[in-house]
């Protein structure tokens, strides 16, 4: 036999389907071998009991689009913030001829379904809110409408994520659950933090345009500061449930006047000339819009009205409470109900003030970081992108391109901050403002990077060292869904921050939809620290200005402004509780009183 016979041939043992003593080619003895092992799997498996199970390979279900002329006969399902930022962002739909309707706050049972239909080790707010939109349609279904008319006539919007963690994975949890518990077909629209709302090539239901991002975003930014008010106020009031009876008019009043209102639009002998220009008339159309927006009155008129009306709700600013900052992971610490063990409620029967976290420290986080990145990546992009250094006007035009988009997101951020203002003023500026990115990435970074994505970022760290070092809160309470991946990272890094600051009160606490007695017990105990810690405050105050309890209290009756709910107390440098605050500037007004007199005399 040649060399090129024997490695071209194998020999076959005589129990094969090879002739005796014969030889096969490689490639014969390959399918050889591949029937001997298939014979062997199932004898194998007939002998251990266990069932051949074939492989499907898994494709993305095709998505039903939400088309412009389905418009009229469907209606959006959004929810998973407070009722005061959802009854704004309704009033904003249908100002824009949505029709719309909130999904109710998520309680237990919803998360006891999100679990039944959903997939096993999902975080919280998945088996909460994906629980409660099939919740809903259940009960629209025990009301007589038919599956197929529920999945043709309601859409569900939410929001989506990049990132570590399994917020990035929602839109298709939330499919599997309501394919799981019979509804295969109902749309869910995904609104990225990045990339916008993709449906396809037909003309989108719901258009992502410049009216449609305004009127969120004013609703978004009303309700954080209505929001922040009324948590100020509610502990203080001295009847109680006024502060949520008015509230309630306050909130009917502003969505009222978002539903009455009409987007901008060019009228008149202008809007007739640029007819003949489409171009300049739609560039025309968005700067009439955006100047309407920077100095319009529509929303700051109607904010100075819940200014009055709120201040009519009478306050005794003289009781000693903690001041407890809320921070975590977004929807933990936003929603208000069973999702964070109805945390806000508890806090403030035990005797709490509450300081809630805007949506907007959200917002001016993303613009931080996009401006972050692509700082970052220059360097990067030099090398692939940038021009030779002789072509002195190409390297003058990308080094333009890389500060544009720099100027722009720092124009954005700017512009971003200046309506939030001009919203405070209109509320007396009793809301918080807003905290600075940059010092909050400074006071994080050497604890938490601040370029790690995922979640809220460095931001947990960062507020509980702010809320602390700048003397804004007695305690942090960090709300998170249990397993969550870049809070627990956060968590970590929160054991060398509390090591670091001494006196700091720091809880963290992980949501589910068990375990709520516990939850309340750890914070009992930690705001049983913070209530000595507001208690030493105040008796420290008191003693500085020299007056007594009566004497402050005897001034306030002779000056009812004072017990305004919409009073400004100012914040003394060092001081933190809203009682020793007001003592202070109690005793300021009576001091320049009495010199007053004295002048007089």
Not at 216 to 237: K, S, T, W
Request: hydrophobic share 40%; charged share 25%.
């Amino acid at each position: 036999m040649s060399v090129s016979q024997s490695v071209d041939r194998e020999y076959v043992p005589q129990d094969s389907d090879v002739p005796p003593g014969g030889f096969v080619q490689i490639g014969k003895i390959e399918d050889v071998i591949a029937q001997r092992l298939e014979e062997e799997r199932t004898r194998l498996e007939q002998e251990l009991g266990i069932g051949k199970r074939e492989t499907e390979q898994f494709f993305k279900p095709k998505e039903n689009p939400f088309t412009e002329d389905q418009r009229g006969h469907t209606t959006l399902l959004f929810g998973g913030l407070t009722w005061k930022h959802e009854k704004l962002i309704h009033a904003a739909l249908e100002r824009l001829s949505y029709r719309c309707e909130v999904v109710p706050t998520p309680n237990v049972a919803a998360f006891q379904l999100g679990k039944e239909f959903g997939n096993n080790g999902q975080c919280n707010p998945t088996y909460f809110t994906v629980g409660n939109l099939v919740q809903f349609l259940q009960e629209l279904e025990k009301k007589g409408m038919a599956k197929q008319e529920i999945i043709d006539s309601y859409v569900f919007l939410t929001a989506g994520a990049c990132g570590p963690c399994r917020f990035g994975m929602y839109e298709a949890e939330y499919r599997l659950a309501l394919r799981n518990s019979g509804f295969d077909g109902f749309r869910v629209l995904l609104f990225q933090q990045s990339g916008g709302l993709s449906q396809g090539e037909a003309k989108a239901g719901l258009e992502m345009n410049l009216d449609f991002f305004l009127g969120i975003l004013n609703a978004m930014n009303m309700g954080d500061l209505i929001n922040d008010v009324v948590y100020q106020i509610r502990p203080y009031e001295v009847h109680k449930g006024e502060a949520d009876r008015v509230l309630d008019e306050c909130m009917d009043l502003l969505a009222e006047g978002i539903k009455k209102s009409r987007p901008y639009q060019l009228e008149g002998k202008l809007a007739s000339f640029l007819q003949k220009f489409p171009k300049a008339g739609d560039t025309a159309g968005y700067i009439g819009k955006f100047l309407n927006q920077l100095y319009g009155d529509e929303y700051t008129s109607a904010l100075r009205e819940v200014r009055r009306r709120l201040n009519a709700v009478e306050v005794d600013r003289t009781r000693v409470k903690p001041l407890v900052k809320v921070t975590g992971e977004f929807w933990a610490q936003t929603t208000e109900g069973d999702g964070n063990f109805n945390m806000f409620k508890f806090l403030e029967r035990e005797g709490a003030q509450v300081m809630v976290e805007p949506v907007g420290t959200w917002i001016n986080y993303m613009i931080h970081q996009a401006r972050n990145k692509i700082a970052d990546r220059k360097g990067v992009e030099e090398a692939i992108e940038a021009p030779p250094a002789w072509r002195l006007d190409k390297v003058l035009a990308y080094n333009w391109k890389h500060k544009n988009r720099i100027v722009k997101l720092s124009l954005a951020e700017a512009i971003f901050k200046r309506e939030w203002n001009r919203l405070r003023e209109a509320l007396n500026y009793i809301p918080h403002d807003l905290a600075d990115q940059r010092e909050l990435e400074r006071l994080a970074h050497s604890f938490y990077n601040s370029r790690a994505a995922g979640g809220e970022g460095h931001l947990e760290v960062a507020k509980n060292i702010y809320y602390c070092t700048k003397h804004i809160s007695h305690m942090v309470l960090s709300l998170k869904p249990f397993g969550c991946m870049p809070s627990t990272q956060s968590d970590g890094a929160q054991s060398a921050v509390v090591a670091h600051f001494k006196d700091m009160i720091f809880l963290p606490i992980e949501t589910s939809g068990e375990g709520e007695i516990n939850a309340h017990s750890r914070v009992q105990m930690a705001l049983g620290e913070a209530k000595v810690k507001a208690k030493a405050e105040f008796e420290k105050v008191m003693k500085e200005v020299g007056y007594s309890m009566d004497e402050i209290r005897s001034y306030v009756d002779d000056h009812p402004e004072l017990k305004g709910g919409m009073y400004r107390v100012p914040h003394s440098e060092g001081i933190i509780g809203t009682a020793a605050n007001f003592v202070i500037h109690v005793a300021s007004l009576m001091k320049s009183e009495r010199r007053s007199r004295l002048a007089v005399a």
